[in-house]
DNA sequence: AGGCTATAGATCAATAAAAGTCAAACAAAG
DNA sequence: CTTTGTTTGACTTTTATTGATCTATAGCCT
């Protein structure tokens, strides 16, 4: 795991971990220097990797003076739509796995209760009906959202 | 009796072994090469024999600078010895969140997977036998404590 | 103000480098 | 002989990297 786009995802990182208001304001030029790289692979690893989906916020301005700023969104928290929305209703358990996923990916939900749940779907398979599991997963959510 | 998935196996849990993180990551068409034999031969591997299951779990990347990362999950002799002393082999759900929530008080695992765990236990106790119950949450706590 | 120019980021397409999937052939066990 | 597990290779999908070209911005100069 030591390809150019890690190196520059981890570049960034640890500089946005240095400040204490969860931003940083860069150049992509002067990055592309000093990493060695493509100006177009920062702005590459800034649209795969430093997502709203991930919990970022990037913005920035081109031209004299020109900079990017990234901004680390505090985490959100499941609501009872968004809870629903995660499955439709009659979803497999193939389904329902992606949905953990996503969650996991999104970082609503910890690799670990990624795991946990995804175990339970698995293994409890083949006792439920589609829409008792989308239930299930729906009210897990919420009862785990609710915990403090 | 040593065929080539079995070759394979062992080559991977020789490499596990020697680690002392229980963790390696590999590249699969260099394992391939070396091994000689097709990609798809160590996708076959790692589906059969390195499942959540058997106490393994595997994350991988395609592309550039892809890999297979394979965990073995360690052996917590603590979360074991806990749920096995503390939840009988014909356990009510009430002792079985009485367990889960010993667990979290000696901080083995979170409020939110304590919550999330009861909340399974409780809706879906008609669905499991008491012995299916212990098991279910021993490797339950297994699959999590895989995931990092 | 209006236009020129240098600057700096954005976009896109081409290329390459992985790993995944799937089905068919094959083997071993019962 | 059937069933279950193994092996292979052709094809698919994902991810990374680069470079050429496009677009926005600020500063200057009439």
């Given at each position: 795991?030591?390809?150019?786009?890690?190196?520059?995802?981890?570049?960034i990182?640890?500089?946005?971990?240095?400040?204490?208001?969860?931003?940083?304001?860069?150049r992509?030029?002067?990055?592309?220097?000093?990493?060695?790289?493509?100006?177009?692979?920062?702005?590459?690893?800034?649209?795969?990797?430093?997502?709203?989906?991930?919990?970022?916020?990037?913005?920035?301005?081109?031209?004299?003076?020109?900079?990017?700023r990234?901004?680390?969104?505090p985490?959100?928290?499941?609501?009872?739509?968004?809870?629903?929305?995660?499955?439709?209703?009659?979803?497999?358990?193939?389904?329902?796995?992606?949905?953990?996923k996503?969650?996991?990916?999104?970082?609503?939900?910890?690799?670990?209760?990624?795991?946990?749940?995804?175990?339970?779907?698995?293994?409890?398979?083949?006792?439920?009906?589609?829409?008792?599991?989308?239930?299930?997963?729906?009210?897990?959510?919420?009862?785990?959202?609710?915990?403090?």
């Amino acid at each position: 795991m030591d390809n150019l786009a890690d190196v520059i995802e981890k570049w960034i990182l640890s500089k946005l971990s240095r400040q204490q208001d969860e931003m940083v304001v860069l150049r992509r030029n002067e990055m592309a220097t000093e990493l060695s790289c493509a100006p177009s692979q920062i702005s590459y690893v800034l649209s795969t990797r430093f997502t709203v989906e991930r919990g970022f916020f990037v913005e920035s301005r081109r031209g004299l003076g020109g900079f990017v700023r990234i901004v680390r969104l505090p985490v959100r928290r499941l609501n009872q739509e968004e809870a629903a929305r995660v499955v439709s209703p009659d979803a497999s358990v193939g389904e329902v796995l992606a949905a953990i996923k996503h969650l996991k990916d999104r970082q609503i939900i910890s690799g670990r209760e990624a795991a946990l749940m995804s175990y339970f779907f698995s293994a409890l398979e083949s006792c439920m009906t589609p829409a008792e599991r989308v239930m299930l997963l729906r009210k897990a959510l919420l009862a785990m959202a609710s915990a403090h």
